[in-house]
């Protein structure tokens, strides 16, 4: 038996617990995992709450990332021992996720925990800032640079948001953050921000 959050759905709406649950429930997939660390991403707390359609079948685990260790393996590139991360792939929506104790998965979903980083440093990145590297990389890779001029990040403050403007600043980029939340420009400024944009600017006509 080990703990997940549960999502049920019924007659009388959907509800959510605690709860204990068999190794015999996990789903299909060929590599079962010691959840040491997930996150709880926005994507979750919609789940949770049922404020969207995030969920498409139930009962379901919520979690779209975890990070832990591989107890039992029948695929070829994992082996009980390694330690390994996920984000995506449907889990917490079509696939139970991360917020359990186990979760057993397929094992082309999964990469490697980097060894520079404990599983608890992985999730506190999550998927946020997995998202926000990506986004950077793919500027670069694009041929963006510095000297070009300044880059725009909207929704500075949110977890993406916030993780892109400390990549960008640290990559000598000078970085402009929009953000509809106007207190906050301070702590913009203390991830590197060069410039702070009301979002209402934005959206101003002309």
Request: charged share 20%; glycine share 12%.
């Amino acid at each position: 038996m080990f703990s997940a959050v549960v999502i049920n759905k019924g007659e009388s709406g959907q509800s959510v617990a605690l709860t204990q649950v068999d190794e015999s429930q996990l789903p299909e997939g060929d590599v079962t995992i010691d959840v040491e660390y997930s996150t709880l991403n926005y994507k979750d707390g919609l789940a949770i709450t049922g404020s969207s359609p995030v969920v498409r079948k139930f009962p379901m685990v919520p979690g779209i990332d975890l990070a832990g260790v591989v107890r039992e393996s029948s695929h070829a590139d994992w082996k009980a021992g390694d330690r390994v991360i996920l984000n995506g792939w449907g889990v917490g929506e079509t696939h139970w996720g991360g917020l359990a104790q186990k979760a057993r998965l397929k094992g082309e979903w999964l990469v490697p925990l980097p060894s520079a980083f404990s599983s608890r440093q992985a999730m506190a990145i999550g998927t946020a800032g997995y998202t926000a590297s990506l986004c950077v990389d793919a500027l670069l890779a694009h041929g963006v640079r510095p000297e070009q001029g300044e880059v725009l990040v909207t929704g500075a403050t949110g977890g993406v948001g916030s993780v892109a403007v400390a990549l960008l600043v640290k990559a000598g980029f000078s970085v402009a953050a929009a953000t509809g939340k106007a207190a906050e420009a301070d702590y913009l400024k203390q991830l590197g921000a060069s410039t702070i944009i009301d979002r209402a600017e934005l959206a101003a006509p002309g």
